[in-house]
């Protein structure tokens, strides 16, 4: 299967623990791209990476979440000391270099928080 | 600055046409896509259309742009069970990919 590949699909944290989420781009594809989508909501863009480099994180909060897309490896999108607004469903999307390609999306990593 | 809007819910029998609409604000948008969404899945690429097309089809879809309304819409022919799920319409704009998205409507096909 070369499509986008996310994991864990379901993670529990508590209240003050750490999630981190990760993201595997379709081969080929080097822009990386997360979303959150709230319950009964649609998708809320939060940043967009590219090989070691963060294009564009202003759907993102400031404080306590963060972003990776390094040169070997998965991207990672880290929310520190997790609170319970943060329970959401998280897409990772992925597109080929260039312009105007499309973005394909994995199958997203569910997280609650207890 | 950036919008898109969608009906929250559409009811169709099984058989029967769905026409799912969207509206944007973006007049620089270049591509405009229907995603597909079923229960605890990701987002499954439908179809997309270039901004300078009035419109696409692709087997039971067809896609309608009217451009100077900022109007997007997806037909679905021969509507079947399988494609109850929640249809996002998205827009393109920017010189690096970012796209917006509508808050989804939700498709039932009732047999």
């Known amino acids: 299967n070369a499509g986008v590949m996310q994991n864990p699909r379901h993670l529990v944290r508590r209240r003050g623990q750490e999630a981190r989420l990760r993201c595997s781009p379709m081969?080929?594809?080097?822009?990386v791209y997360w979303y959150r989508q709230l319950p009964e909501e649609g998708l809320k863009f939060m940043v967009y990476?590219?090989?070691?480099?963060?294009?564009?994180e202003s759907g993102m909060p400031k404080e306590r979440f963060s972003a990776e897309f390094p040169k070997e490896g998965p991207s990672i999108l880290r929310i520190q000391q997790v609170v319970r607004g943060d329970s959401a469903a998280y897409f990772c999307?992925?597109?080929?270099?260039?312009?105007?390609?499309?973005?394909?999306f994995g199958d997203g990593t569910r997280l609650s928080i207890l | 600055g950036e919008d898109v809007e969608q009906s929250l819910f559409l009811s169709v029998r099984e058989g029967d046409s769905s026409v799912i609409n969207c509206t944007y604000t973006?007049?620089?948008?270049?591509?405009l896509y229907w995603y597909k969404q079923e229960p605890g899945a990701g987002l499954q690429l439908l179809t997309y259309?270039?901004?300078?097309?009035d419109m696409k089809q692709d087997q039971r879809l067809t896609v309608l742009l009217n451009k100077k309304d900022k109007h997007l819409s997806l037909r679905i022919a021969d509507t079947q069970t399988g494609d109850s799920a929640i249809y996002f319409c998205?827009?393109?704009?920017?010189?690096?990919?970012?796209?917006?998205f509508g808050i989804g409507t939700k498709l039932q096909v009732i047999p």
């Open positions: 999307a992925s597109s080929r270099d260039g312009a105007n390609q499309p973005q394909h």
């Open positions: 081969k080929g594809h080097s822009h």
């Open positions: 990476l590219q090989k070691e480099n963060i294009i564009d």
């Open positions: 973006d007049s620089s948008s270049t591509y």
């Open positions: 259309i270039f901004s300078n097309m």
């Open positions: 998205a827009e393109y704009s920017g010189g690096y990919q970012k796209v917006t």
